[in-house]
């Protein structure tokens, strides 16, 4: 009988988190292991249906900042199912699943870190600073998905010890692969034909450094008439970010498709994607783009362990007019040679599930 783990979210909103964790199950071994995932109240979607016909249950719980109730309702779980491993990947928010789990003599208690911290988002980064050595405290099982991540969350002598066990952000390369179907599709749904497309899949958060994408695609649009920019998703900053466009004059360039169940499809109608965060654990739209052949323009806030493609470039947040000379430089790539770098390298969701399986066998 196949054992019955844990996996606590946050809210879901379209996030990179909630998509690795449910890709992950996808490919699990279900006769090994099974997820019962925790979700909160305030989602823009539940868990869905196709996991759930896979073997997953699903618990919608109080949200996170309603800390009491919150402990309340993961204990309630823990104690009606008996969890030997209960796998978290709120990053320092984790702190409170986990203390509901160390209440319930939970003997394996993972922490799964995904993110760091940007240094502009003073009271964000304040709040992770305070949690950050309680979640330590706490976990049995401290990971992380890139070595970025684990020295933020864990220090860097417990990484250089070995302490930190690192899963990759692995994606599906068969998803995501490049499909002219596909891209024929959502050009014609967009009105794309003879555009050159500037893709970028990202909740409207500080974070994503929006504002900054609006300011390279304005020195960009002066070099190539044919360009668009699409954004993909939805979030707080998203009529800041409408306005900003307007003050630039590139409104009239800019698709704004709000939430997309689609992103496979829209990777193969974009030409190239470009993520100039402030911060990230391991984006896994930026794998994502790789496993669909585009080119990838990084800030260098992003670790380096994204370069898993000859397609990868680092740029500095300094100068939008670095990225649009960049941008200028990028001609038509080699879609399926960059995309077969990406299956065969060590982001490849099959290869990150059984490091997975092999981990929590070891739990012993």
């Given at each position: 009988?196949?054992?019955?783990?844990?996996?606590?979210?946050?809210?879901?909103?379209?996030?990179?988190?909630?998509?690795?964790?449910?890709?992950?199950?996808?490919?699990?071994?279900?006769?090994k292991?099974?997820y019962?995932?925790?979700?909160?109240?305030?989602?823009?979607?539940?868990?869905?249906?196709e996991?759930?016909?896979?073997?997953a249950?699903?618990?919608?719980?109080?949200?996170?900042?309603?800390p009491?109730?919150?402990?309340g309702?993961i204990?309630?779980?823990?104690?009606?199912?008996?969890?030997?491993?209960?796998?978290?990947?709120?990053?320092?928010?984790?702190?409170?699943?986990?203390?509901?789990?160390?209440?319930?003599?939970?003997?394996?208690?993972?922490?799964?870190?995904?993110?760091?911290?940007?240094g502009?988002?003073k009271?964000?980064?304040?709040?992770?600073?305070?949690?950050?050595?309680?979640?330590?405290?706490?976990?049995?099982?401290?990971?992380?998905c890139?070595?970025?991540?684990?020295?933020?969350?864990?220090?860097?002598?417990?990484?250089?010890?070995?302490?930190?066990?690192?899963?990759?952000n692995?994606?599906?390369?068969?998803?995501?692969?490049?499909?002219s179907?596909?891209?024929?599709e959502?050009?014609?749904?967009?009105?794309?034909?003879?555009?050159?497309v500037?893709?970028?899949?990202?909740?409207?958060?500080?974070?994503?450094?929006?504002?900054?994408?609006?300011?390279?695609?304005?020195?960009?649009?002066?070099?190539?008439?044919?360009?668009?920019?699409?954004?993909?998703?939805?979030?707080?900053?998203f009529?800041?970010?409408r306005?900003?466009?307007?003050?630039?004059?590139?409104?009239?360039?800019?698709?704004?498709?709000?939430?997309?169940?689609?992103?496979?499809?829209?990777?193969s109608?974009?030409?190239?994607?470009?993520?100039?965060?402030?911060?990230?654990g391991l984006?896994?739209?930026?794998?994502e783009?790789?496993?669909?052949?585009?080119?990838?323009?990084?800030?260098?806030?992003?670790?380096?362990?994204?370069?898993?493609?000859?397609?990868?470039?680092?740029?500095?947040?300094?100068?939008?007019?670095?990225?649009?000379?960049?941008?200028?430089?990028?001609?038509d790539?080699?879609?399926?040679?960059?995309?077969?770098?990406?299956?065969?390298?060590?982001?490849?969701?099959?290869?990150?599930?059984k490091?997975?399986?092999?981990y929590y066998?070891?739990?012993?």
């Open positions: 009988m196949a054992e019955r783990i844990l996996c606590i979210l946050g809210k879901l909103k379209s996030g990179g988190v909630e998509s690795i964790m449910f890709s992950y199950y996808k490919f699990l071994d279900k006769e292991y099974q019962d995932f925790v979700y909160e109240e305030g989602s823009e979607y539940d868990v869905p249906d996991l759930i016909d896979m073997g249950r699903a618990y919608k719980v109080s949200s996170v900042s309603s009491i109730k919150y402990i309702d204990r309630r779980i823990i104690k009606k199912n008996g969890y030997r491993i209960v796998h978290s990947n709120l990053n320092t928010l984790s702190v409170f699943s986990l203390f509901a789990a160390w209440q319930c003599g939970v003997k394996y208690r993972i922490l799964h870190n995904h993110s760091t911290s940007s502009v988002e009271k964000r980064d304040l709040i992770k600073k305070i949690l950050r050595p309680f979640n330590k405290m706490l976990t049995t099982a401290p990971c992380a890139s070595e970025l991540a684990a020295r933020w969350m864990y220090g860097d002598r417990a990484f250089e010890k070995g302490n930190i066990k690192v899963f990759r692995g994606v599906d390369p068969e998803r995501f692969s490049y499909n179907d596909y891209r024929s959502i050009r014609k749904e967009f009105n794309l034909e003879n555009k050159r500037i893709g970028h899949i990202g909740r409207f958060m500080t974070q994503k450094n929006h504002l900054f994408i609006i300011d390279i695609f304005y020195e960009y649009s002066k070099i190539d008439d044919t360009a668009v920019l699409m954004l993909v998703g939805s979030g707080e900053l009529d800041s970010v306005e900003y466009a307007k003050e630039k004059g590139v409104y009239d360039r800019i698709i704004f498709t709000g939430v997309r169940r689609d992103v496979e499809k829209l990777y109608a974009f030409d190239v994607f470009i993520l100039p965060s402030l911060y990230e984006p896994v739209v930026g794998m783009a790789c496993a669909a052949g585009l080119p990838l323009l990084l800030s260098t806030n992003i670790t380096r362990e994204c370069s898993v493609t000859d397609a990868v470039a680092f740029l500095p947040i300094d100068s939008p007019s670095v990225w649009a000379e960049e941008l200028v430089k990028i001609k790539a080699d879609r399926q040679k960059i995309a077969e770098q990406m299956a065969h390298g060590p982001y490849n969701i099959r290869a990150c599930v490091e997975l399986e092999e066998s070891n739990l012993k």
